[in-house]
């Protein structure tokens, strides 16, 4: 499907800024912000919408290489 490289970066600076007030697990923290970009809010607990997979692999990739820096 291929996304812009704005929005994956948008999307990672969610992601490092959370783990970095939470020292969350990153890939729990990837999921629930492409789950906010594509509902529109985060998840509860038990919350079983499926995401776009493409995209969470996305954010996780660029999210381990801007940690990796």
């Given amino acids: 499907m291929g996304y812009s490289s704005e929005l994956i ?3 990672t ?8 007030q939470n020292s969350q697990d ?6 629930v912000v ?3 970009y ?3 809010f985060k998840p509860s ?3 079983i919408r499926e995401i776009d997979e493409e995209l969470y692999l ?5 999210s381990k290489l801007r940690i990796a820096r």
Avoid: A, F, P, R
């Avoid at 990153?26 to 999921?31: A, P, Y």
């Fill in 13 to 20: 600076d969610k992601v490092l800024e959370s783990i970095e």
């Fill in 26 to 31: 990153i890939e729990k923290v990837c999921w």
């Fill in 58 to 62: 996305c954010v996780l990739s660029s």
């Fill in 45 to 47: 607990e038990y919350d």
């Fill in 38 to 40: 594509k509902h529109g």
């Fill in 9 to 11: 970066n948008t999307l």
């Fill in 34 to 36: 492409v789950h906010d």
